[in-house]
């Protein structure tokens, strides 16, 4: 008796969708890590990362085993290279531990000081070379460079299935916050992150001011006053 080839069809199917499920990178690791140590206003327990620190290199190890592949999705590659480029950073300040400023460190973001499926990288390799030609302007509120100025870290993996959502949200709860953008009828003084990388905020033949009107509650239109804010680049570190 022969199978009729709608059952193989959608054994076939079923299949192939399993062996794209197990795909997926488990972050749970760092996920775990994150929800311990950073608060929901993103303030980081750098001491609690450092005492959790055999699970942090547990997960650099994940990592640099993991790689992504040209077969992955742009979610999944956005997810990978973002928790890589934040979970970096984090092991970079307890690796300089105790210091006020990331920029104590003598080329923080040139070094190369952790490798990835045997290749030494530096954050500014992730951030310009990776992250940037994925050309999602999202990720700059997703990414934190352990400085009050920065957007938050989120306390939370990100994965496949909730990046979009994750950036969608962030972006707008960092334009929205007043202590890195004052945008109001009078005055609007935005994040230099919308100087430095104005060019990422020209979607669809737009600028940085449509990119922030789309996600501010205050537009910006005819306001008196406009400039960048100054950056503090202070630890953003949890006071006990």
Known sequence: ?????????????????????????????????LLINVSENGEVDYKGFMRDSAQLYQYFSYLSDNPPTKDWSKEETLAYWINAYNAYTIKLIIDNYPLKSIKEIKDPWDRQFFKINGVL???????????????????????NCASYSCPVVWNR????????????????NFINDPQRNTIT???????????????????????????INRYSDMKIDKQKKKGYKKYDWSLNEKVN
């Open 1 to 33: 008796m022969k199978t009729p080839k709608v059952f193989v069809f959608v054994f076939i199917l079923l299949i192939s969708l399993q062996i794209k499920a197990q795909q997926y990178l488990d972050h749970a690791i760092w996920d775990q890590i």
């Open 157 to 172: 993996a990100f994965t496949a299935r909730n990046v979009d959502n994750a950036l969608e949200t962030l972006t707008r």
């Open 121 to 143: 990288h530096s954050l500014n390799e992730l951030e310009h070379k990776i992250l940037r030609k994925l050309e999602e302007p999202r990720i700059h509120f997703a990414i």
């Open 185 to 211: 009828e009078e005055v609007v003084e935005v994040s230099k992150i919308f100087s430095w990388f104005k060019k990422d905020f020209k979607v669809d033949g737009e600028d940085a001011k449509a990119f």
